[in-house]
C-alpha cells in the first residue's frame, strides 16, 4: 500500500551502495526507519538527499506489513536547511543527534513535531543560531515529561536541600 508522508530525517546511514537507511520522525508514524535505494533501478533516483541534518522531506512509501522497513519511491524536498554557515551547520549537527539519540519509540506527538518543524526552520532565520539551543533543550524536556512545573515545585520546596540533610 503506497502512503505519503512528510518526515524529518534525523541520521542517514549508509546500508550499501545503493541505499541509505534513513531515521526519521513524523507526524503520524512518530520514530521510523526508511530505505532509500538510489541509482537506475528505482524510478531514477540518481542524487538521493542532501548530505544535511534535519531535512523535512514529503515522501511517498511503501508500507507492507511483512517488510521491517518500508521503501521510499520517491520523495521531494520541503525544507532544505542552508548549507553556507557553519556555525548553523554545528548547531543543526547538534539537535540532530539529540533527537536521533531521544526519540526511540515509534509514537507519534503532533505537538513535538510541529515544534521540530519551527525550530528548524528558525535556525535559518536566526543571526546567531547557538542561541537557540539552551531554549530548545528546555522546552524540548518538557515536551517529552522532563520538566515543567513539578521542576519548579521541586525547586520551590528546597527539596535537594532536605535530601542533604537527610543523607548527613
Not at 88 to 107: D, N, S
Not at 115 to 134: G, H, N, W
Amino acid at each position: 500500500m503506497l502512503k505519503t508522508a512528510q518526515i524529518i530525517v534525523l541520521h542517514c546511514q549508509k546500508h550499501s551502495d545503493k541505499a541509505n537507511i534513513l531515521h526519521t520522525y513524523s507526524q503520524v508514524e512518530g520514530r521510523d526507519n526508511f530505505i532509500l535505494y538510489r541509482g537506475r533501478k528505482r524510478q531514477g533516483m540518481e542524487g538521493g538527499i542532501p548530505n544535511l541534518p534535519l531535512v523535512i522531506l514529503e515522501v511517498s512509501y511503501d508500507d507492507k506489513k511483512n517488510r521491517e522497513m518500508k521503501v521510499i519511491q520517491s520523495f521531494n524536498p520541503v525544507f532544505i536547511p542552508r548549507a553556507d554557515d557553519s556555525q548553523k551547520q554545528c548547531v543543526r549537527m547538534v539537535l540532530g543527534e539529540i533527537l536521533y539519540k531521544t526519540l526511540r519509540h515509534p509514537m507519534a506527538d503532533p505537538t513535538i513535531y510541529s515544534f521540530l518543524v519551527d525550530t528548524i526552520k528558525q535556525i535559518d532565520t536566526e543571526p546567531q543560531a547557538q542561541v537557540l539551543l539552551r531554549p530548545f533543550l528546555h522546552h524540548f524536556s518538557e515536551l517529552l515529561g522532563y520538566g515543567g512545573e513539578w521542576i519548579e515545585e521541586w525547586n520551590e520546596l528546597k527539596s535537594l536541600d532536605l535530601l542533604r540533610e537527610m543523607l548527613d
